[in-house]
């Protein structure tokens, strides 16, 4: 069994996915879909209910009056928030993992993650394409998650890319996990989100997210999204261990998204300050 085949039979030990949050992905993929059905989803799971709303009610929020309901939520934080909170509340325990094959401490993949995420958001609000700005903060959220599976193999089988990079420092880190490992974390990815039956917009985000011109066209608005939320995170000091900043720009992405150094510069502020209010209130729940 060569390398490739190694790490994609060690797919089937990667974490799951809760039911809940594959369940919420589908419903904000749609094109069109009902904001009630979404309250209503997070009505019904009392556990994820519970959490939101001791995360709203948290000192980051500074709201005056505590909130008891989703409902009340939703008026005092907005819509986009609260799916914000459900989303990454759902996925904390699989995001906060330390990957060392990445020498990425704990903390770190998921700080990378998020801040992709609002940045991604933060230019679907921006762009004319109508991407839905939860949807774009979903494919952020999830556009690494090949990078859980190859690290595991790399600690498993002890193949450190590390000194591969002190070498070859002028290769891209993708180029490197195809030399050495057979595959990249972009493809590994994929397979994830095709044995989750995710929505095909966030399987193309996390399979081309690093090469969004070859995504299937339809998608391509989106992955561009992710592929520059991506770069604005790591140049934002949040990477996850040794490939930072290790990957090509798609300058392509200029036929898609053409920002001013201003409008760059609101969309990484505005990401920032979520940034830190999302990360206090999920850090606190979950440690």
């Known amino acids: 069994m060569n390398l490739e085949e190694k790490i994609f039979q060690s797919i089937r030990e990667a974490p799951v996915m809760s ?55 939703v008026i005092y934080l907005g819509m986009q928030t609260v799916v914000s909170l459900a989303l990454v509340n759902l996925n904390a325990k ?48 999830l556009h690494d998650i090949g990078k859980i599976v190859i690290s595991n193999y790399q600690v498993k089988e002890e193949c450190d890319l590390l000194p591969m990079v002190r070498d070859e420092e002028m290769i891209s880190y993708l180029d490197l996990e195809r030399k050495y490992l057979g595959t990249d974390h972009c493809q590994v990815g994929a397979v994830l989100a095709k044995q989750w039956r995710l929505p095909g917009a966030l399987e193309s ?31 934002a000091g949040l990477g996850t261990g040794i490939d930072t900043l290790h990957y090509a720009l798609d300058e392509k992405y200029l036929s898609y998204y053409s920002f001013t150094f201003d409008e760059i510069a609101v969309i990484m502020m505005n990401a920032e300050d979520e940034f830190e209010r999302l990360k206090e209130t999920v850090e606190t729940n979950h440690t």
Do not use: C
Request: proline residues 6%; without cysteine.
């Open 19 to 73: 039911p809940g949050a594959i369940r919420l992905m589908h419903l904000i993929a749609q094109e069109e879909y009902d904001l009630d059905e979404v309250i209503d989803f997070v009505r019904l799971d009392s556990g994820l209910t519970s959490n939101i709303l001791r995360l709203v009610n948290s000192p980051a929020f500074g709201l005056m009056k505590p909130v008891n309901s989703i409902d009340r939520a």
């Open 94 to 141: 699989f995001l906060q993992q330390e990957l060392q094959g990445y020498h990425s401490p704990q903390g770190e993949f998921w700080h990378h993650e998020l801040r992709t995420a609002l940045s991604t958001r933060e230019i679907a609000r921006k762009s004319d394409y109508g991407i839905s700005p939860d949807l774009a903060f979903t494919a952020g959220l």
């Open 205 to 235: 985000s996390i399979e081309f997210h690093h090469e969004p011109s070859k995504a299937p066209t339809e998608y391509r608005p989106l992955v561009y999204m992710v592929h520059i939320g991506d770069v604005l995170a790591m140049m």
